[in-house]
């Protein structure tokens, strides 16, 4: 998996975005056959906080935030995608430009994927969304101007591939998953420098207690739920 970090390096800064749609790749496919076939850690199992049970009314989102940098964000998402066995995940950038590059890095990878963003015609945007809808597209990369109106029943995971600048914009992306009682997980990426910004949308749109820190294990091959100390509410300090 080491050289799966160079090659995300290079796509990162050598690759730039086309100025068309995407042209899709035939099948999802792993980077590698050892990452699509390692059974280390179940698909299940990295979903504790989820309810389950027909008595849950609300939707089974997991929700997962990932501390990471500019150039390990590809690999990340790839990786995810990957390791869970993903059929159909939405992923959100903030500006159209991130869309297509994003779009084009993945397709490069491989994985059967298009894009939505303000420059396509409307003909454009519905013949995407029709092929997403029908299982045609695995990986639909997104503007959240360009994925309003979008209702599909069966996405299996939402990426926040850049961190929301509108806290509603959150709840709508993560909206797009575990719908219809199926199970659903949401990544939210961020940096060093958007900690404070990600406290805050959490805090703000009620999602701090169910969103936990997840990391990649050493091989960067699965994620792992971080272990937290229990916040101390009443900021109790010992002074002997």
């Known amino acids: 998996m080491i050289f799966l970090h160079f090659f995300m390096y290079f796509l990162n800064f050598y690759v730039s975005p086309a ?3 995407v042209t899709t790749a035939p099948t999802l496919n792993s980077i590698t056959p050892q990452a699509m ?3 280390d850690v179940p698909r299940s199992g990295i979903f504790p906080n989820m309810a389950t049970g027909d008595a849950a009314s609300s939707p089974k989102i997991a929700q997962y935030k990932l501390l990471t940098t500019g150039r390990d964000k590809l690999a990340d998402a790839a990786q995810i995608i990957i390791d869970e066995g ?8 903030n500006t159209k430009y991130n869309t297509g590059m994003l779009a084009n890095q993945l397709a490069r990878l491989n994985f ?4 939505l963003h303000g420059d396509l015609s409307q003909a454009e945007r519905n013949r995407i969304m029709t092929r997403f809808k029908a299982g045609e597209i695995d990986v639909l990369v ?3 101007v360009a ?3 979008i209702d599909v029943s069966d996405v299996d995971a939402v990426i926040n591939y850049d961190v929301p600048e509108e806290n509603e914009h959150y709840t709508h992306r993560i909206g797009r998953t575990g719908r219809a009682r199926k199970q659903g997980a949401s990544y939210l990426f961020y940096t060093k420098e958007e900690q404070k910004r990600v406290d805050q949308l959490l805090r ?14 050493f091989n960067h091959e699965h994620l792992k739920i971080e272990d937290t100390a229990p916040a ?3 900021q109790i300090k010992a002074y002997f």
């Open 19 to 21: 100025k068309s749609p």
């Open 204 to 217: 703000l749109t009620r999602n701090t207690d169910d969103c936990k820190s997840v990391k990649f294990d």
């Open 142 to 144: 997104a503007t959240d």
């Open 232 to 234: 101390d509410k009443f």
């Open 86 to 93: 993903y059929k159909r995940v939405m992923i959100f950038c």
């Open 147 to 149: 994925a309003r109106g």
């Open 112 to 115: 059967n994927v298009d894009c």
């Open 37 to 39: 076939t390692a059974g």
